[in-house]
């Protein structure tokens, strides 16, 4: 089995690798990770591991940035001192949640259960459906298909199709579509996001989640930023920092 931990603290990452290789001799540790952004270009330039180890909070930021910008495949357990994250642990291919400190029997028990779960899969294979073609036919209606919207004394359902980009205008989300509407909404722009189809919209930067359908054109900008431009009008440029950029361009191609 081939692994990679993902812990910002070098002691704590060391010490867990000689842990799980007390339990398990067999596995080898591809690579030590302390950070978002490494963590993505490991996944982006390498083939995924077996497992991954990922603590919570890293040096750059949290782990869940990491699903937000490349594709992560492997089952992953999450090793934190934190107790809060467990929901969205468990819905970014989580199949365990050791706290810290650890221990012998947390891991073992973590690694044990990967094994488990690996081998029911493969003996049960052929009595269960191929989910790589379910998602493939089905990702594109996984999105919320429209949002409900209060304004002038009236509810209005605004069609996700119809949406050219959410955006955050006087710290209030918003949206905005194709026809130049403008609709204020309760949901915040990470709760948007996950509401959405991944295929369909892209979080841009911390201001805007943006159709692909809205995008006209994509140039090289400084600092080997990017530069969108939309089929409608924003309010200010639209830059992807160098961090996400690789990202943003594999989506455009990929989806």
């Given amino acids: 089995m081939n692994i990679i931990i993902i812990e910002d603290e070098v002691k704590t990452a060391k010490a867990l690798g000689q842990l799980i290789l007390s339990i398990r001799p067999d596995i080898q540790i591809l690579s030590y990770i302390q950070s978002v952004d490494g963590a993505v270009n490991y996944l982006m330039e390498n083939d995924q591991p077996?497992?991954?180890?990922?603590?919570?909070?890293l040096a750059d930021g949290l782990c869940?940035?990491?699903?937000?910008?490349?594709?992560?495949?492997?089952p992953v357990i999450f090793c934190t001192a934190f107790d809060d994250y467990a929901i969205e642990a468990f819905k970014s291919n989580g199949i365990d949640y050791v706290l810290k400190p650890f221990?012998?029997?947390?891991?073992?028990?973590?690694?044990?259960?990967?094994?488990?779960?690996?081998?029911?899969?493969?003996?049960?294979?052929?009595?269960?459906?191929?989910?790589?073609?379910?998602?493939?036919?089905?990702?594109?209606?996984?999105?919320?298909?429209?949002?409900?919207?209060?304004?002038?004394?009236?509810?209005?359902?605004?069609?996700t199709e119809s949406i050219a980009y959410?955006?955050?205008?006087?710290?209030?989300?918003?949206?905005?579509?194709?026809?130049?509407?403008?609709?204020?909404?309760?949901?915040?722009?990470?709760?948007?996001?996950?509401?959405?189809?991944?295929?369909?919209?892209?979080?841009?930067?911390?201001?805007?989640?943006?159709?692909?359908?809205?995008?006209?054109?994509?140039?090289?900008?400084?600092s080997r930023k990017l530069l969108v431009k939309l089929v409608v009008a924003t309010e200010e440029k639209l830059l992807i920092g160098k961090e996400k950029a690789t990202a943003f361009l594999s989506w455009l191609e990929n989806r």
Wanted: aromatic residues 16%.
């Fill in 166 to 222: 959410f955006f955050i205008k006087n710290e209030t989300p918003t949206i905005f579509t194709f026809d130049k509407g403008e609709y204020q909404i309760t949901q915040s722009l990470d709760e948007v996001h996950k509401l959405l189809s991944p295929n369909q919209f892209f979080r841009i930067n911390r201001q805007y989640l943006v159709n692909f359908s809205a995008i006209k054109e994509v140039e090289h900008y400084f």
């Fill in 50 to 57: 077996d497992l991954i180890f990922m603590d919570i909070q």
């Fill in 103 to 159: 221990s012998r029997e947390s891991i073992a028990q973590a690694i044990k259960k990967t094994s488990e779960l690996k081998n029911f899969f493969q003996r049960n294979k052929k009595n269960l459906p191929d989910f790589d073609y379910l998602l493939t036919r089905t990702g594109e209606q996984n999105g919320k298909s429209s949002f409900l919207i209060f304004k002038n004394n009236k509810y209005l359902t605004i069609q």
């Fill in 64 to 74: 869940f940035e990491i699903f937000k910008n490349v594709e992560v495949v492997s």
